[in-house]
């Protein structure tokens, strides 16, 4: 009868080791009841250490949605042979007893959860069914993340979701008390953008907007009064008018007025917390630059 190896690892771990002699039960068996991912992998193989722990990482990820199996193939000659291994890393996905896909080849990451999620679903944590709740319902958003917040305290994107809503009401010191908060060492490139809103926000620009727009009523290419408009809706959070005021420039100037537009475009697509409205300007941007 066939046995484990003494030292393998529980069948109810997401990750273990399975050889010639447990691969019935720790593969062919376990995937009637959960999705098993084979790694065929060898110890001199220097693409497979590239990707072992990419698989490693997304089994524990996606919490149980499916288990990973590391078959070492100069130790199991025979489930190599039935396998028909001809390069490795091999990566096979089996349900219930078969085999559904698979890849050869060290993929990314990203690849490698494009592979996965055609099978299965990574498990959502109570953290991102807050941060998805808090995307899909403005009004509670900031009670939502103070809420993820208090359940996972360092959790980087949770606080950057926050202190993009707190900058949007004008807390600007409790937006700046909850950047501070974040490690330097994962103060990335969101960090740095919501630094600069904050900064926008308390640097009222010079000028009257009723007057600007009156000015530009008379003359579409007064190009300094638009400028300065698109400034003073930026201080207000109006990205997307502002996006409007600079992409007038760009369509109406050729010269040296439509390169500083499309420049202070640019910055400000960094820095704005819109989604909808940088896709919207760097589409139309894309549009009148050509």
């Not at 208090?150 to 959790?155: D, F, K, S, T």
């Not at 000015?215 to 290419?221: S, Y």
Request: net charge negative; charged share 25%; hydrophobic share 45%.
């Amino acid at each position: 009868m066939q046995t484990s190896k003494p030292n393998a690892t529980p069948a109810s771990a997401l990750s273990y080791d399975v050889s010639d002699a447990d691969f019935e039960a720790a593969v062919i068996e376990r995937s009637m009841q959960v999705p098993v991912l084979l790694d065929c992998w060898a110890p001199w193989c220097g693409p497979c250490k590239s990707l072992k722990p990419i698989l490693e990482k997304l089994a524990e990820a996606y919490g149980g949605q499916f288990v990973l199996a590391k078959l070492n193939s100069d130790e199991c000659p025979g489930v190599a042979q039935a396998l028909q291994l001809r390069s490795i890393p091999h990566v096979f996905l089996l349900k219930d007893g078969q085999v559904v896909d698979q890849f050869t080849g060290a993929l990314p990451e990203s690849q490698v959860r494009a592979f996965l999620d055609k099978h299965v679903k990574p498990q959502v944590s109570p953290v991102d069914q807050l941060r998805e709740q808090a995307a899909a319902d403005p009004e509670q958003a900031e009670a939502l993340l103070r809420q993820a917040l208090a359940l996972q305290p360092g959790h980087v994107e949770v606080t950057l979701d926050l202190a993009d809503r707190v900058i949007a009401r004008g807390a600007l010191d409790d937006a700046l008390a909850l950047l501070e908060r974040v490690a330097a060492g994962s103060r990335n490139d969101r960090h740095a953008a919501l630094l600069k809103r904050i900064e926008l926000a308390r640097n009222r620009p010079q000028g009257d907007p009723q007057d600007l727009a009156r000015r530009i009523a008379a003359n579409a290419k007064d190009f300094e009064a638009r400028f300065a408009l698109a400034a003073l809706q930026v201080y207000e959070g109006d990205f997307n008018a502002a996006f409007d005021q600079l992409l007038e420039v760009v369509l109406r100037d050729k010269a040296e007025w439509r390169e500083k537009a499309r420049l202070q475009l640019v910055e400000w697509f960094d820095v704005c917390g819109d989604a909808a409205a940088v896709s919207r300007g760097r589409r139309y941007l894309g549009m009148y630059l050509n």
